[in-house]
C-alpha cells in the first residue's frame, strides 16, 4: 500500500485517506497557445516506469495538495514537498539520486 506523509500537516497517510491529481509540474499553456499546445497540455502525459512526479490531495486530511516523487512500479516513495513548488528540491532528487543512481530522473 502506498503511504505519503503531507508536507503540511506531517500525517503519514495512506493511500485511501488521499486524492491522486495526475502528474505534477506541467507546462500549462496561455491563452495564446495553438491548438497543438493545448491539446498537448490537456491530454499528453508522461506515464513512466520508474520515478515520477505527481500531484495529490491530503483528501481526508487538511484537504491540501501537495506533490510526491514515487516509483511507479515499486511504490517507493522518494519524498514529497509543497504544490507550490516549481521545480522537485534539492534533496528529492538527491535521494533519488542516491538510491537509483543508475536511472535518471525525470524533468
Known amino acids: 500500500m502506498l503511504t505519503l506523509e503531507c508536507p503540511y500537516c506531517g500525517i503519514k497517510a495512506c493511500e485511501t485517506e488521499l486524492a491522486p491529481g495526475g502528474q505534477a ?15 498537448a497540455y490537456m491530454f499528453a502525459r508522461t506515464n513512466p516506469k520508474g520515478v515520477h512526479f505527481e500531484r495529490w490531495r491530503h483528501a481526508y486530511g487538511c484537504g491540501k ?8 512500479a515499486t511504490l517507493e516513495v522518494f519524498g514529497t ?21 543508475d536511472e535518471r530522473a525525470p524533468k
Open 65 to 72: 495538495w501537495f506533490l510526491a516523487a514515487r516509483c511507479t
Open 25 to 39: 509540474h506541467l507546462v500549462r499553456s496561455g491563452a495564446g497557445a495553438s491548438d497543438d499546445e493545448f491539446e
Open 81 to 101: 514537498y509543497p504544490a507550490q513548488t516549481s521545480a522537485p528540491p534539492a534533496r528529492i532528487l538527491q535521494e533519488i539520486s542516491a538510491r537509483r543512481p
